[in-house]
């Protein structure tokens, strides 16, 4: 019933004497309420149209109210709604009216799914920008207070996320208020609340006077903290880095720094972990001389935790630490404090650990210089290139560039290679396709001939993996090769070897020539094409087996931009009619395809299909 | 606040109070119940059945004038909670038995229930709507089509109330984590996360989160030829978000501190009474087998149920239970039979009154046991339609074990095993309780005076 308002009825005789302008707005308008969710969040999306046709007045008195009491609709609606509201002052009357939007937000701001509230407290928060100081505090201010006083945890704690924009501008009575609302729900019944308190601490902090923050906010934090519910304690730590940022050293020792060693000796490890986690950030909250004296014998404890999920997250900022130190008496410290730890987690018993110091582990070369590198580091690379995870021998090897720059990746070559090698014939095909997208990288740093000499077999003998992901990324991979070692390179070494395999006798390792020479055709340019490929493509069009036959079609449509235009109609075009012909309708279609696709007047548009597939 | 709660000290008289399901005979599979839940405020009672549905009641207001007239339970949603599904990759079954249902802390006007057949946990939202938008632009009150010509003016929908409706939208589907049977769900202080366990592993999940679970408990061996016991059941400390339990098939219970590791493999606490050698028989073993456990509102205890008996223990001590309770000793004689006809594998649960002082749990012949932990005394009540009279006081039952049968008195052989209690659920704060026997849903109120 509802879908006979659909826009498509009757639109035609919208004419006549009706408001022709009226007539699309009434379907908007109708289709609030459709049954279709489509079709009520496409009306959604366009509550502007409908409120600038209602007017500044119909929209306050009527639409408005309507869309406060729907908040049974789908979240998906919801959401839209919510983020509409955001930006309607403009149509209820600028900001003097601005408080109208208040309701239906405050309804949003109430319902249990975290992304709609989140998004109505986002706009309620635009809008309050938008509130005169008077309006503010005679609107804005009771809504603040309404949902903090609410029955129900989801509107308290949305209100947490208020408080800190309407602070600035109130007045200093009104502040007082305010700060007593949100130290009642810092000690909220529910941990929902207190969460919410906990997470938009360090944003009020910020709006706070410096003294209220000692006074008032400091003791919060530090209850918080010591909360009985970890999800509550874990939070207090991010609001550690932004109350650190607003303390002298002398305050951040006496107030904050008690509550941070605490927390990074929390019994429980999901508080450890946060400490880990924000490492960086508290760091550079605290300032250089905390670091020295407090932080890094925490990091050390954390580098040794009892749970693999802090030393994971403890080892993942080992390189951020070390560089975010102050340069002066960083490579002792760093020799000194940090890389014994680091030597021990290269043998750690977790490969989450191990992998995730793998991945940053190379960047310290960068900052430890030459020397350290070579006498440090190197046998710990060498060691996890050796690891039996192959997660880590990856991480290792993604990061070979740092190492690089340092000291020379031929330092490297003799452990890399029988690590690639491994990695290459891993029994996971997950992990050759891995090992394979950092061939590129792996070729350009170890040049031209470490290539040749040692990994080109490895690339080829990926062309008959009996994987079909694998030869395709093996495929691509001659590609960016040869954008990287030139056309030259291509001929003396790929492509002989590529075209050997069009005389397989298996019609999958057939077929990849063609996969190949669609992938190498680019960028080896029209000579090699036209010579050496072109030939080969056109003999397989006899190939008994009908994927084959077709695929030389897809490969002709693809490789004909680049051949002139002789070659096309002498050798192409008679081939491709053949095909057009065959017995198989796949090959029929396809060979007609590419007909069509090279029957149009200007190669390059005529052959769209083949140079929009062709890789850049 | 209740006057005589949890104070069977003064024997509390039970009285019955509402029988809810079809009073016919020969009621179909689907309509057995197969889990009993109170919310928060003991507002709502919901059932879940075999065919996969819930029943939420809810308590209508109490008139103040009719001091006698307590409260009763009424319908208040119905709806499919999970369907019948096969795995085609196992080529299995997938029963749409409710297993658990879990009731959320209410955070708005809207109530939250978690439930559970053997593999999916679906999140159900039941909120109330009373006011229903009119007015149309392009049609008229009845629905006709307006012509597009006559359109002059725009009109904005206005609220108007209607009729209440409550409607039960699922919110959240937490699929494909189990391989095994999902036997218990429990939802965290937290707020946040929940936790589900099947017979060999226990998953914590974020409410908001469907694609992944955290695995914090499992134990299948590596080779499953080594099996040698299964996870029964498990629960979430009450106030401690991060101290949980589970028990197992050999009649022992596992209390984890997730503060300690992400993986909570070693326990913290280790419950476990020794076996008595004496009583040791061929089905000592499966009688052990713990089928529910239950934390006691103030997080102090934990009680267990086994085959026979429900046991107390203290969460600081871990060597024996502080108290147990003999269910239906009666039955020792006759475990050979309850083997043959697979009875003696049945689950019993329990449950905790309001303020700890009483336990309740079920046995067969429609009977089920409270026991009073200050009194030490303990009855046997039947539920039965007989009894079905408003008002109508339970006589305590009495099941005879020697040879002279008195009046009144039941003789072990003309039990009926297949009435079983094994599903109740008590008022969290009140003297009611409501009691599955199969398809019917009983509800006993203290007798006030």
Not at chain 1, 197 to 207: P, Q
Request: with cysteine.
């Amino acid at each position: 019933m509802a879908g006979v308002a659909g826009p498509a009825t009757g639109s035609g005789a919208a004419g006549g004497d009706g408001d022709d302008s009226l007539y699309p707005i009434a379907v908007l308008i109708d289709e609030l309420r459709n049954e279709d969710v489509q079709l009520r969040l496409n009306s959604i999306k366009k509550l502007s149209t409908i409120a600038l046709a209602l007017g500044v007045e119909r929209t306050r008195t009527e639409l408005l109210p309507f869309l406060t009491d729907t908040i049974y609709d789908e979240d998906e609606v919801l959401l839209a709604l919510a983020e509409q509201l955001g930006n309607f002052t403009g149509l209820v009357g600028g900001p003097d009216f601005a408080h109208c939007l208040l309701p239906p937000l405050e309804s949003l701001a109430t319902v249990e799914e975290t992304v709609v509230r989140d998004k109505a407290v986002e706009s309620l928060r635009q809008i309050s920008q938008e509130h005169t100081p008077v309006a503010l505090e005679a609107h804005f201010v009771p809504l603040v207070k309404r949902l903090a006083s609410g029955d129900w945890f989801t509107s308290r704690t949305s209100a947490c996320g208020l408080f800190s924009v309407c602070y600035p501008r109130a007045s200093i009575a009104v502040k007082g208020e305010i700060r007593q609302y949100f130290r009642s729900l810092c000690s909220d019944d529910t941990p929902m609340v207190r969460r919410a308190a906990a997470s938009k601490l360090g944003e009020f902090a910020k709006v706070l006077e410096l003294d209220s923050v000692k006074s008032e906010i400091v003791p919060l934090f530090t209850n918080l903290a010591s909360d009985e519910q970890d999800s509550v304690r874990l939070l207090a730590v991010e609001a550690c880095v932004s109350i650190a940022q607003l303390l002298s050293q002398d305050d951040i020792e006496a107030l904050v720094m008690p509550t941070l060693r605490q927390a990074a000796e929390d019994k429980s490890w999901r508080v450890r972990y946060m400490v880990a986690d924000k490492f960086s950030e508290l760091q550079k909250a605290v300032g250089p001389k905390i670091t020295l004296n407090d932080l890094i014998p925490a990091f050390q404890n954390l580098l040794k935790d009892c749970e693999a999920e802090v030393r994971a997250a403890a080892a993942h900022k080992v390189k951020e630490l070390c560089e975010n130190l102050p340069m002066e008496g960083r490579e002792t410290m760093i020799m000194n404090q940090i890389l014994p730890y680091i030597k021990e987690l290269v043998s750690d018993t977790n490969q989450h650990v191990k992998s995730a110091l793998a991945s940053v582990i190379m960047g310290l070369s960068t900052i430890l210089g030459k020397e350290n590198t070579i006498e440090h580091l190197l046998p710990l690379f060498l060691a996890q290139l050796k690891d039996e995870c192959p997660e880590v021998r990856l991480n290792i090897i993604s990061n070979l560039d740092c190492v690089n720059e340092v000291i020379g990746i031929r330092q490297l070559s003799q452990s890399l290679l029988p690590a690639i090698v491994e990695l290459a014939e891993d029994a996971k095909w997950r992990v050759r396709l891995a090992i394979i997208e950092y061939m590129p990288l792996l070729a350009g740093q170890l040049g031209v001939e470490f290539f040749d000499e040692k990994l080109n077999s490895l690339c080829m003998a990926w062309l008959v993996d009996h994987v079909y992901a694998i030869r395709e990324a093996a495929t691509n991979n001659l590609m960016k090769l040869v954008q990287k070692f030139g056309t030259e390179w291509a001929q003396n070494t790929i492509v002989p070897k590529v075209l050997v395999m069009a005389n397989d006798p298996n019609y999958l390792h057939r077929m990849t020539t063609l996969f190949c020479i669609n992938a190498l055709s680019e960028a080896c340019g029209q000579e090699i094409t036209t010579k050496q490929m072109l030939p080969i493509v056109l003999k397989m069009a006899g190939d008994q087996v009908a994927n084959v036959r077709f695929n030389v079609a897809k490969s002709l449509q693809k490789i004909g931009p680049i051949l002139d235009t002789d070659a096309l109609q002498e050798e192409v075009k008679p081939v491709l009619q053949k095909l057009g012909q065959d017995e198989d309708m796949d090959v029929k279609y396809f060979a007609q395809e590419a007909i069509s696709g090279t029957k149009r007047p200007s190669g390059s548009s005529g052959f769209q299909g083949g140079s929009r597939d062709s890789p850049v | 606040m209740i006057p005589g709660l949890g104070a069977l000290t003064q024997d509390t008289l039970w009285c019955f109070s509402q029988l809810k399901g079809t009073v016919e005979i020969g009621a179909t599979e689907a309509d057995i119940i197969s889990t009993v839940e109170f919310n928060h405020t003991g507002e709502l009672l919901a059932t879940g059945d075999k065919g996969g549905r819930v029943v939420i009641f809810q308590r209508e207001q109490e008139s103040k004038n009719q001091v006698h007239r307590r409260g009763e339970y009424n319908v208040y949603s119905t709806f499919q909670s999970h369907e019948p599904e096969f795995d085609y990759l196992k080529s299995l079954e997938i029963e749409e038995k409710i297993n658990k249902i879990r009731w959320l802390p209410q955070q708005n006007a809207a109530y939250f229930l978690l439930s559970t057949n053997d593999k999916t946990v679906k999140l159900w939202k039941v909120s109330e709507r009373d006011k229903r938008p009119e007015g149309y632009n392009l049609k008229d009150e009845e629905g006709r089509l307006r012509d597009p010509a006559t359109i002059t003016t725009l009109r904005v929908p206005v609220l108007r109330p209607m009729d209440l409706m409550v409607e039960a939208t699922p919110r959240r589907v937490f699929a494909n984590a189990h391989t095994y049977h999902i036997n218990s769900i429990s939802v965290n202080s937290d707020y946040e996360t929940y936790m589900s366990a099947d017979d060999l592993r226990i998953n914590l999940w974020n409410f908001e989160i469907t694609n992944q679970s955290f695995n914090i408990v499992d134990i299948k061996p590596a080779n499953m030829e080594e099996l040698t016991e299964v996870i029964t059941a498990a629960e979430f400390h009450p106030h401690h978000c991060n101290t949980f339990v589970y028990s197992s098939s050999k009649g022992t219970i596992r209390l984890c501190d997730m503060r300690a590791s992400a993986l909570c493999d070693r326990h913290t606490k280790f419950f476990e009474e020794p076996e008595d050698p004496s009583n040791r028989s061929f089905f000592s073993e499966i009688i052990s087998s713990i089928s529910d456990v239950k934390f006691s509102h103030s997080g102090r205890c934990i009680m267990t149920r086994d085959y026979l008996t429900v046991k107390v223990w203290d969460l600081n001590m871990e060597n024996r239970p502080v108290e147990t309770y003999q269910v239906h000793d009666y039955l020792r004689s006759k475990l050979c039979s309850l083997y043959e006809n697979d009875c003696i594998f049945d689950k019993f649960e329990c449950v905790w009154n309001g303020s700890d002082s009483v336990i309740m749990t079920g046995s067969y012949n429609n009977f089920f046991r409270m026991f009073d932990r200050n009194t030490k005394r303990d009855v046997t009540l039947e539920a039965s339609r007989e009894n079905s009279k408003p008002r109508a006081i339970l006589k305590p039952r009495k099941v005879c074990v020697g040879g002279k049968r008195r009046k009144d008195e039941i003789s072990v052989d003309s039990l009926d095993f297949s009435k079983k209690i094994l599903h109740t659920a008590w008022h969290p704060s009140e003297n009611i309780i409501a009691v599955a026997a199969t398809n019917n849903l009983y509800i006993f109120q203290d007798k006030v005076n």
